[in-house]
């Protein structure tokens, strides 16, 4: 196990789960898969991440919760590195965390493993009642990750998360 002043790789693991996505504060940033490594550097932590989309205003906000997060329960300087060689993809969103964004009442995005056309992004699955008679009512969401649906069972607006 690797370790600095006692402190594990696996601490700094559990530390950044409770490291919310500020727009679905629901979803950790594990969760969502943007933080690509953690290390430990001569006696600091250094995480990197990943953003989910060229621009994201909410990358400021997410290096200064890493960073408090970690300093404060480790004592450990920590640096917070923007990953520009990984890309991200809705793919990294871990199966726990596509269960959290459908009973926060958001689509999961689609595996694009499983081929993305403009047909099967139209009919996504109602995250509150399940049915799949909806309706594709703008591919523009609240943020550029998301597009709005309408179901037509349970005449529910919902969210659907990009497949990207």
């Given at each position: 196990m690797?370790?600095?002043?006692?402190?594990s790789?696996?601490r700094?693991?559990?530390l950044?789960?409770?490291?919310k996505?500020?727009?679905?504060?629901?979803?950790?940033?594990?969760?969502?898969g943007?933080?690509t490594?953690?290390?430990?550097?001569?006696?600091?932590?250094?995480?990197?991440m990943?953003p989910t989309f060229?621009?994201?205003?909410?990358?400021?906000?997410?290096?200064?919760?890493?960073?408090?997060?970690?300093?404060k329960h480790?004592?450990?300087?920590?640096?917070?590195?923007i990953d520009?060689?990984?890309?991200?993809?809705s793919?990294?969103i871990?199966?726990?965390?596509?269960?959290?964004l459908?009973?926060?009442?958001?689509a999961p995005?689609?595996?694009?493993?499983?081929?993305?056309?403009m047909?099967?992004?139209?009919?996504?699955?109602?995250?509150?009642?399940?049915?799949?008679?909806?309706?594709?009512?703008?591919?523009?969401?609240?943020?550029?990750?998301?597009?709005?649906?309408?179901?037509?069972?349970?005449?529910q607006?919902f969210?659907?998360?990009k497949?990207?």
């Amino acid at each position: 196990m690797i370790e600095t002043n006692n402190i594990s790789l696996e601490r700094i693991w559990e530390l950044l789960e409770e490291v919310k996505d500020p727009e679905i504060p629901v979803l950790s940033l594990v969760e969502l898969g943007v933080i690509t490594n953690v290390a430990f550097v001569e006696n600091k932590v250094v995480v990197k991440m990943t953003p989910t989309f060229t621009g994201c205003p909410a990358l400021d906000f997410m290096q200064k919760q890493i960073k408090v997060k970690v300093e404060k329960h480790t004592g450990l300087e920590t640096q917070v590195i923007i990953d520009k060689e990984t890309l991200w993809s809705s793919d990294k969103i871990s199966d726990i965390g596509k269960e959290k964004l459908k009973n926060f009442g958001i689509a999961p995005p689609l595996k694009k493993a499983c081929g993305i056309s403009m047909e099967s992004f139209k009919y996504t699955p109602c995250p509150f009642c399940n049915s799949a008679n909806t309706t594709l009512r703008s591919t523009f969401g609240s943020t550029l990750c998301r597009a709005q649906h309408y179901c037509n069972d349970c005449k529910q607006s919902f969210e659907q998360f990009k497949p990207l």
